[in-house]
């Protein structure tokens, strides 16, 4: 993609297509509207090419071009013939597989098989507890498909980013949809923002604690900067009490007395109390 058109290009349309069915959708950019269901053929970044399906209506948008893979133009029949033969062709692979695999006694799960559109090669993604020494099941393999092959090993994360579903908020995951690298992820960032410690409600469908903990974390550091930490008693106007959380959007802190009742003040008031405590010291 030339530099000229990336700088005089000042609308694009955004599309959204998907490689397979059941597959997570990706975002492509074109320079102009394709109909709902259409076969298109894509240029990813690295010059690679796919035949996808489109699962959105076009949509303008005001955007720089080249940053997303870029719909080139309708598929014609012989690119949509071969998209046809490399779908049952990454069946029969994925069947051979898990047979061989299974033969093997290969403590493997394969997640998803991909023949590339030029047939330069076919890539097995799978996951495993440890290392796997599959040599002996990509030999054969290659006597079965008379292919290149690739096996590539991926984590719980990536695996549930290849098959995309619902999180728990009822939106499509966010390693599906948007997210494409994971940052460590800790059970000290569910404390700090009050979370229930309970796994079932702050992990996710990989099993791993939840991408988005890591959303609004900052902010929850930014007000705990200044206020003192959960748990700590200090001197109120109302006798002694015990931070027991905050609220982020509300900016207040809830503070406990020695009875049990909660009362809620904000974080402003909090803070003068602290600035009044260290004077009176």
């Not at 290969?106 to 330069?120: G, I």
């Not at 940052?183 to 009050?194: C, G, L, N, T, Y």
């Not at 809620?264 to 009044?276: F, G, M």
Request: proline share 5%; charged share 30%; with cysteine.
């Amino acid at each position: 993609m030339s530099e000229e058109r990336q700088k005089t290009s000042e609308r694009i349309f955004v599309t959204e297509v998907v490689l397979r069915e059941g597959w997570p959708g990706i975002h492509v950019e074109s320079e102009g509207a394709f109909p709902l269901h259409t076969l298109v053929l894509v240029e990813f970044p690295e010059g690679r090419r796919e035949v996808a399906r489109t699962v959105s209506r076009s949509v303008p948008l005001p955007l720089p071009a080249g940053r997303l893979p870029r719909a080139l133009r309708k598929a014609n029949r012989s690119e949509i013939r071969r998209w046809q033969e490399n779908i049952k062709f990454e069946e029969k692979a994925e069947e051979l597989c898990r047979k061989f695999a299974a033969e093997l006694g290969l403590e493997m799960k394969l997640t998803r098989v991909e023949r590339l559109f030029d047939r330069s090669k076919i890539i097995f993604y799978y996951t495993a507890e440890g290392r796997i020494d599959f040599r002996e099941l990509v030999r054969q393999l290659v006597r079965a498909l008379r292919t290149r092959i690739e096996m590539r090993q991926i984590g719980v994360r990536n695996e549930a980013a290849l098959h995309g579903g619902l999180a728990c908020c009822g939106r499509e995951l966010c390693c599906a949809a948007f997210l494409k690298e994971f940052a460590p992820v800790s059970i000290r960032m569910a404390k700090e923002q009050s979370l229930p410690l309970d796994p079932e409600k702050i992990s996710g469908v990989c099993g791993r604690l939840l991408c988005c903990l890591l959303y609004e974390h900052h902010v929850y550091q930014e007000l705990s900067r200044s206020l003192p930490k959960l748990g700590k008693r200090i001197r109120t106007p109302v006798g002694p009490c015990r931070v027991v959380r905050y609220n982020i959007f509300r900016q207040t802190v809830v503070l406990e007395n020695q009875e049990g009742r909660e009362v809620e003040i904000p974080a402003e008031e909090l803070r003068q109390i602290l600035s009044e405590n260290q004077e009176g010291a």
